[in-house]
DNA sequence: GCCCTATCTTGACATACTTCGAAACAGTGC
DNA sequence: GCACTGTTTCGAAGTATGTCAAGATAGGGC
């Protein structure tokens, strides 16, 4: 792992590093499409933070968002996953 | 994923979310055990630094460590990097 | 044994970044 | 216009990062 695939990396593990947003996460990849206003209930967070968080993922590359209507929908970013898995996969089986 | 579960898993994903972190995590993983010091050069950072980044890999149960004379020893711990991948897994493949 | 050096960790500190809520803003539909 | 849904901006409190200095531990020379 050289420096600039570190820097490229890190940001993704630094995302799914806070507990909300490992949730928020888990929450989206759970189905195929998410609506903001079905995950804003299950934390006790206001709005704007859920938001907040949200914005993190997207910026890592972890989710992607769309308005539709007056609802804003989230989506898992499978590939960007994949990529973190192996490569805690290859020296975990060492 | 539960509340509990994502403060028990949090922690990792952060300890692995900076770049250093990142870096020597591949570092200590790409050999069977491997020595502060042939770590260090690698970077343009002091020891102390680096001791502290250690010490949070370590206390996120990634890897462990132990003196032997006058070199300190870090290894892998493959069943943590392995349930973070499994945890990626799932869902990457929907 | 005693001192000196080398290796690594710990503690104290300054700076920078995160997290979160309140208020303001933007987009949509009636 | 008005109500509703999300996002952005701003500020306060907490947390992280990195350096310096000091401490702990081990080994070698005398």
Known sequence: ?????????????????DPVRLR???????QAETCVCDLTPHFALSGPTIS?????????GLVDCERRGTWVHYWIQPAALQSLSTLLQAPAQR
Chains 1, 2 share one sequence.
């Open 1 to 17: 792992m050289d420096e600039a695939a570190a820097a490229r990396i890190a940001p993704m593990f630094k995302a799914l590093g």
């Open 24 to 30: 928020l996460a888990a929450m989206i990849a759970a």
């Open 52 to 60: 907040h968080h949200l914005k993190i993922l997207r910026e890592a």
